[in-house]
């Protein structure tokens, strides 16, 4: 994907959570974003998902700007799919009704089309024995796949994942980023926001990272993470790894 | 065997829930209504109450009409404040100010003040300013702009309690503001509010009584009338309990199964 920020400023009320961020990308099919927190991880990624506007500054994806009118932002975030660290699924609706709900209402799926296409999905990710539970009865893991299923369901032109993650005990974690790495394998685009470092540096082919809503540093993931030129980084680098 | 005698009285807990089997509360139930016979035939031993039942039981009809109408009553103000309250708790998030803030003074006033004094006043001054003649109409109208007062915080607390993230998810997915309320907070508001609401109508049946201050011959003006008939004080109003309760205790019942059965963590 093709991604331009243009000096991209973003405040809630008196806190500058992006503080002029400019960007140019081309080429780069995976994008890891890290930080300390606090740094403007998650604003810059709600940003990109269409949720929040930015107060000043332009955002480009593949040469065109993001729309700034609610009726174009909604169908901007039919195209594309996000993940958030928790609460992603509707504690009302099945785990199929979860991943049918977009595609029935967004998407204009039949109903009957939308229900045999999300089981075949579900299938593929090893989720089928779960489609009918509702979210209360599935573990964390069990539920990030079903919201990660949900959004790769829509065929969208990028992911975007939110420390899908840093909820999850390690045996969820691994299980939940196995399907990432899977997709990845797929060819599939994504941005994330992570803080598993050695799992950053295995997909990602680009690394940002974002402190106190600037970029401090960014380049080839493997550089990034190997050879760390900001004292910044190199210290955050220290301490993550550490653990 | 002394664990299950020691079940038959106490409730075990384990951890948040508790385990009652069914014969403990079976017993618990009998010998908690056992003891309330005991301490009311104490009490009406010690009344010397000479009872004439024959001469209230000529006046059955009147019972049954007017449990009839107290249920029409309640059924037609349950109704009609499902829509007020529907209507406050919308307003409440209206961006036009002075709806919002009319949904808020309405809302506040009808909790701050006793309900006599709404019937006083909607009787004697409002219906009457507005040519509203008929008793039972006003009534109803009262009692349901009471009861949507209740109502709108309950459906105003079920909307608020789709939280953000949820909202979030929605706007991810690509649902319109229409859709994410047709979907999303809707039915989990449905499911939310439905036990309080049918506590809300018990309450709704209970408070009707105070319609008979404005002559509706609903059940509560009816007995009085029987006793002003036939000086039988307890057997007119020992039927009324009953009458209510036999309405209440199943919507209480029912409040407390749809509690069960729509609760799932969120
Ligand atoms: N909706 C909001 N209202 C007010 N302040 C906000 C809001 N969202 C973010 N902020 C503030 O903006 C700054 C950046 O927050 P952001 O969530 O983007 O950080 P982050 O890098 O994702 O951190 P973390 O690793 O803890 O998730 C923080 O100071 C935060 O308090
Ligand atoms: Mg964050």
């Known amino acids: ?243 | 065997m002394s664990r299950r005698r020691f079940q038959i009285l106490f409730a075990r807990s384990k951890g948040n829930h508790e385990e009652i089997p069914r014969f403990g509360r079976t017993v618990g139930v009998i010998s908690a209504l056992f003891l309330l016979a005991l301490v009311f035939s104490f009490a009406f031993s010690r009344l010397h109450y000479g009872w004439n039942w024959d001469a209230v039981y000529q006046y059955r009809q009147k019972f049954v009409s007017g449990w009839l109408i107290t249920l029409a009553i309640s059924a037609a103000s349950l109704v009609a404040s499902l829509i007020i309250g529907l209507a406050a708790a919308l307003s409440h998030r209206s961006p036009f100010l002075p709806l919002r803030y009319l949904g808020k003074v309405y809302v506040e006033l009808i909790r701050g003040t006793p309900l006599l004094v709404q019937i006083l006043v909607f009787f004697y001054v409002v219906a009457d300013a507005f040519g509203i003649g008929n008793r039972y109409v006003v009534g109803t109208l009262t009692l349901a702009f009471f009861a949507g007062a209740y109502i709108s915080e309950i459906i105003r607390a079920g909307i608020e309690s789709v939280g953000e993230s949820q909202l979030d998810s929605a706007r991810v997915i690509g649902l319109t503001p229409y859709q994410t309320y047709r979907y999303v907070v809707f039915p989990q508001v449905m499911r939310r509010i439905l036990p309080p609401l049918a506590g809300q109508f018990a309450s709704l049946i209970k408070d009707s009584s105070l319609l008979s201050i404005i002559a509706v011959s609903e059940f509560t003006l009816n007995a009085q009338e029987v006793n002003a008939f036939t000086y039988s004080t307890m057997e007119s109003y020992l039927p009324l309990a009953l009458g209510y309760l036999a309405l209440t205790l199943p919507i209480s019942m029912l409040s407390k199964y749809l509690e069960r059965r729509y609760r799932y963590a969120s």
Do not use: C, W
């Open chain 1, 1 to 243: 994907m093709r991604l331009r920020l243009d000096g991209v400023v973003k405040r809630f009320d008196g806190v500058t959570a992006l503080d002029g961020i400019s960007l140019s990308l081309s080429g780069a099919r995976s994008i890891a974003l890290i930080g300390p927190s606090g740094g403007g991880k998650s604003t810059l990624l709600r940003v990109l998902a269409g949720l929040e506007l930015p107060d000043q500054g332009g955002v480009e994806i593949d040469d065109v700007p993001l729309p700034t009118d609610g009726e174009s932002l909604i169908s901007y975030r039919r195209s594309i799919g996000t993940v958030f660290q928790s609460y992603n699924l509707f504690p009302h609706l099945t785990a199929l009704e979860n991943v049918t709900l977009p595609l029935v209402q967004a998407h204009g799926y039949a109903k009957e089309a939308a229900n045999g296409y999300a089981m075949e999905l579900l299938d593929r990710f090893q989720l089928a024995s779960h489609a009918g539970k509702r979210p209360y009865e599935l573990s964390g893991g069990q539920q990030q796949r079903v919201a990660i299923v949900r959004a790769v369901a829509i065929k969208p032109r990028f992911l975007l994942f939110d420390e899908p993650t840093s909820a999850l005990d390690p045996e969820m974690t691994a299980e939940v980023l196995d399907l990432i790495a899977e997709l990845r394998a797929q060819g599939r685009e994504f941005i994330i926001v992570t803080h598993e470092m050695g799992f950053a540096k295995r997909v990602a082919d680009h690394g940002i990272f974002l402190g106190a809503g600037k970029i401090v540093e960014e380049g080839p993931a493997a550089e990034l993470f190997d050879t760390p030129h900001t004292a910044e980084l190199k210290a955050f680098l220290g301490k993550v790894l550490k653990y």
